[in-house]
T-cell receptor, first 113, second 115 residues
Framework: DAEITQSPRHKITETGRQVTLACHQTWNHNNMFWYRQDLGHGLRLIHYSYGVHDTNKGEVSDGYSVSRSNTEDLPLTLESAASSQTSVYFC????????????FGEGSWLTVV | GQNIDQPTEMTATEGAIVQINCTYQTSGFNGLFWYQQHAGEAPTFLSYNVLDGLEEKGRFSSFLSRSKGYSYLLLKELQMKDSASYLCAVNSLGHNAGNNRKLIWGLGTSLAVNP
C-alpha cells in the first residue's frame, strides 16, 4: 500500500546541533508539506513543495530548510537546533492535480535540550 | 486577518450524538476539511465540503454554510474510540488548484466520550 513515512519517530538532540527529519511518500504526490504542532498553536506550516526542485517558505520557516531532489522525499533540516524547536513535526502530501485532501505521516517527536 | 474558531473541549456520552461547530473568517474560500486526531497520532481525513449542505458518511456527517462562514461535524452513536481532537481547516481561495499554501487550521476540539 502507498504510504507516507517519517523518520526518526522520536529524537532528542542538543542545542546547536543540525538535525534532519526524513519524509518519504510512495503515492507519487507532487505536493509535500512540513508542519509543526504545538499546544495553543495548532498546525503551522514550515515549508512546502509543489514538485521536484521546488521549495517554498511557510509561516514559521526561520531556522528550517528543505530540499526536493525527487518526488518521494522532502527532508526537513534544522540548521542549528533551538529549544523553541521542540515540537512534533508532521510531514504531509497531496496530489496537486486531482485531489484536495492532504495525508499526514505518523509524526516525528523532537526534543531539543 | 484569517481565523477559525472551534470550541476547545467537549464532553459527550457513549451512544449519544455530538455536534462540533466551526466558524471561519478567511480571505476566500475553496473548501473546508474536518480531520480527526487521536492523542499521539497524525491527523486523519474525515470530510471535505465545498458546497453548502450536509455530507453524510456513516456515523459522521459534515455541514457547510458558506454565507454564514459556518460548518459543523456531527458524530452519531458515539463510541469510546471517538475520543480525539477534531480539526477544522479551510482552504482559502486565490491559489492554483491543488495548492494548500493557505490551508488555515483551527486549534481543534478535544472530544471526550464517557461511558
Amino acid at each position: 500500500d502507498a504510504e507516507i513515512t517519517q523518520s526518526p519517530r522520536h529524537k532528542i538532540t542538543e542545542t546547536g546541533r543540525q538535525v534532519t527529519l526524513a519524509c518519504h511518500q510512495t503515492w507519487n504526490h507532487n505536493n509535500m508539506f512540513w508542519y509543526r504542532q504545538d499546544l495553543g498553536h495548532g498546525l503551522r506550516l514550515i515549508h512546502y513543495s509543489y514538485g521536484v526542485h521546488d521549495t517554498n517558505k511557510g509561516e514559521v520557516s526561520d531556522g528550517y530548510s528543505v530540499s526536493r531532489s525527487n518526488t518521494e522525499d522532502l527532508p526537513l533540516t534544522l540548521e542549528s537546533a533551538a529549544s523553541s524547536q521542540t515540537s512534533v513535526y508532521f510531514c504531509a502530501s497531496k496530489d496537486g492535480f486531482s485531489g484536495n485532501t492532504i495525508y499526514f505521516g505518523e509524526g516525528s517527536w523532537l526534543t531539543v535540550v | 486577518g484569517q481565523n477559525i474558531d472551534q470550541p476547545t473541549e467537549m464532553t459527550a456520552t457513549e451512544g449519544a450524538i455530538v455536534q462540533i461547530n466551526c466558524t471561519y473568517q478567511t480571505s476566500g474560500f475553496n473548501g473546508l476539511f474536518w480531520y480527526q486526531q487521536h492523542a499521539g497520532e497524525a491527523p486523519t481525513f474525515l470530510s471535505y465540503n465545498v458546497l453548502d449542505g450536509l455530507e453524510e458518511k456513516g456515523r459522521f456527517s459534515s455541514f457547510l454554510s458558506r454565507s454564514k462562514g459556518y460548518s459543523y461535524l456531527l458524530l452519531k452513536e458515539l463510541q469510546m474510540k471517538d475520543s480525539a481532537s477534531y480539526l477544522c481547516a479551510v482552504n482559502s481561495l486565490g491559489h492554483n488548484a491543488g495548492n494548500n499554501r493557505k490551508l488555515i487550521w483551527g486549534l481543534g476540539t478535544s472530544l471526550a466520550v464517557n461511558p
